[in-house]
């Protein structure tokens, strides 16, 4: 029987299976932030047992509220860099060099595909988008991960989603997970990898792979995973090029990760995404998903565009071609945070950030914050924001807000109208 | 091994998320006790009252996919530090139930027209849990009725919980 891409890593990194459905797998990479990590270090700390099992394993950033915003984020932020010291952690970045997780540790070239990857944060299935197994765990997990490098998982079933057909102009990947979302539910994919695949994903850049990925959990998924192919290895190129003598040997090792012909899956989707039009969530769950058009007019009160989602340079163009020349609303204030300094200088080059500062848009440096409503774009109660993040429940930007969330491009039409709008680059052909 | 037994709370919601549970305001906490007043503050549900329904409560029953969204271990915590040790749903989010189980606590799913039943026949009343890990049934009674449900756990979530969670369980074995 034919293997998925998820068993294929499973069967390359089991240590035990102490029952029936549970792995024990090896680590290749326990990623940390500055949120969920300091209860661990700190537990070890209290059980006498503050040790890594390999410190070049280990990949740490203070990301959610950085810089601190009060003691009690000064204090985890502080924990993190002792941490770090203690056990000479190298990959730690801290300010100045610090960025959103999912988005500064793929441009590290940390990932690999046929990888383990955990981390205390349930966005880590963005990593599978270099054909790795990488979960979000809890507190716990990362404990043992950090203490032992193995971390338990349940058998995985896979789903597969096929993704067919073009994308029109103006309609991007972060559409098409939402639409794939609408279509899974909340928890359609729990417990679940999902694999996207087909000639749309084959034509997505990384950036765009890692925006599809990174909402997988909002399906329930425990992974989403692309198939390594040779975009893959031309964005890991400059971190593998003494490891292979040529990109064809990098992606001929590399294929091993792909599914057997024949991998049984337990269930098959498929989307022409040439049907699909810019999509939004309204209410309060991620697969509450419209068209713009069906929310034209909707007003809003702020537009976030960055996170681990939507805050990579590709996306910083989109946003910018459309906002070049104009202004925001009065009506609405607007803040953009590129996910990671090289993001932030490569747009500093490129010209847009000025773009976006002539349009009104207050520029932020790399964080989280706003997205989960802790620092930098909280909103008020009874506030509503056009987001590019990836989660929009209730207060989930702030005490009784609302998020709508949306591509970049649709994010830089709302800003421009005030309102929800599709943007100019949509023309429905 | 942890208590098991109490008063229940029932939550007839599906989907609720980890922000309802604890707010991701509170994340910034470095202890574990001080998330204790912040319990379900944000939980969108008409009648709930987080600062009056939860005392005294020492379990949870609600619908489909609880815990859905964040991976932050703060939302078993909190219920921990209220002394809810256990939630009987119709199914779980991954992350949220592994954290359950890793922490000693226990997630225990049931059949949709299981919690259905339960929700009719308890919901609204005194209703209280008593769990038996061993014969894996739980107990219920309000005084007036008193019902007995099956459940399944694997063995491996049964060592966690008599273990005490996966750190000390990982640390012997691994």
């Known amino acids: 029987m034919g293997k998925t891409v998820a068993q294929k890593i499973f069967d390359a990194h089991v240590v035990d299976k102490p029952a029936d459905g549970v792995w024990v797998l090896s680590l290749d990479r326990v990623f940390c932030h500055e949120i969920t990590t300091p209860i661990a270090i700190n537990d070890l700390v209290a059980i006498g047992k503050d040790r890594v099992f390999d410190p070049s394993k280990i990949k740490a950033v203070i990301d959610h509220v950085t810089p601190a915003k009060d003691s009690k984020t000064a204090e985890q932020g502080k924990t993190m860099r002792d941490w770090a010291h203690r056990h000479g952690i190298k990959d730690f970045f801290d300010i100045g060099a610090n960025g959103v997780c999912h988005a500064l540790f793929p441009e590290k070239g940390f990932v690999r595909p046929g990888f383990t990857v955990i981390m205390g944060d349930s966005h880590t299935c963005t990593h599978g988008a270099f054909g790795a197994f990488a979960a979000g765990v809890g507190t716990t997990d990362l404990e043992v991960g950090i203490l032992k490098g193995v971390c338990t998982m349940r058998e995985p079933e896979t789903i597969k989603v096929n993704l067919t057909g073009e994308l029109k102009p103006g309609v991007y990947a972060k559409d098409v997970i939402l639409a794939v979302i609408k279509m899974l539910t909340v928890n359609g994919a729990t417990d679940k990898v999902i694999e996207f695949a087909g000639p749309a994903v084959d034509a997505m850049k990384m950036d765009a792979r890692m925006t599809l990925c990174n909402m997988a959990i909002e399906a329930g998924g425990t992974c989403g995973v692309c198939y390594p192919d040779m975009v893959t290895v031309d964005y890991l190129w400059p971190f593998i090029q003494d490891e292979f003598a040529s990109k064809e040997a990098a992606l001929a090792e590399y294929s091993k990760w792909l599914p057997d012909a024949d991998a049984v899956y337990a269930k098959e989707l498929t989307l022409d995404v040439s049907t699909l039009e810019p999509m939004v969530t309204f209410n309060y769950k991620p697969d509450q998903v419209k068209t713009v058009r069906e929310m034209e007019g909707t007003p809003v009160n702020q537009i976030y565009i960055g996170s681990c989602t939507n805050g990579r340079l590709e996306d910083l163009r989109i946003a910018a071609g459309i906002l070049k020349g104009k202004t925001i609303s009065p009506k609405v204030r607007a803040i953009v945070s590129p996910a990671t300094p090289k993001i932030y200088r490569e747009a500093l080059a490129e010209g847009l950030i000025q773009i976006f500062m002539d349009a009104g848009f207050c520029v932020t440096n790399p964080t989280c914050g706003a997205c989960l409503g802790m620092s930098n774009g909280v909103l008020a109660g009874g506030e509503s924001c056009a987001s590019t993040t990836n989660r929009n429940f209730n207060g989930r930007m702030g005490k009784g807000g609302m998020v709508h969330l949306m591509s970049p491009a649709t994010a830089a039409a709302t800003a421009i109208a005030g309102v929800i709008t599709n943007s100019p680059l949509f023309t429905g052909k | ?174």
């Open chain 2, 1 to 174: 091994m942890k208590n098991f037994n109490g008063k229940i709370l029932f939550l007839d919601r599906s989907d609720i998320n980890t922000d309802e549970i604890i707010p991701a305001k509170y994340l910034t906490e470095l202890t574990k006790a001080a998330l204790k007043p912040y319990c379900l503050e944000d939980l969108s549900q008409p009648g709930f009252d987080p600062k009056k329904d939860i005392e005294g409560k020492s379990a949870i029953v609600t619908r489909a996919n609880f815990g859905c969204g964040s991976s932050r271990e703060h939302a078993p915590w909190v219920l921990e530090y209220n002394n809810i040790n256990i939630v009987i749903a119709e199914n779980f989010a991954r992350i949220f139930r592994q954290n359950m189980f890793n922490c000693g606590l226990m997630a225990i799913q049931l059949d949709a027209a299981v919690i259905d039943e339960i929700f009719k026949t308890f919901s609204g009343t005194e209703a209280e849990l008593t769990t038996d890990l061993d014969k894996q049934t739980f107990t219920i009674t309000n005084g007036k009725v008193t019902k007995s449900y099956p459940f399944a756990i694997g063995d491996f979530d049964r060592e966690l919980v008599k273990a005490g969670g996966w750190v000390s369980y990982a640390d012997k074995k691994y």
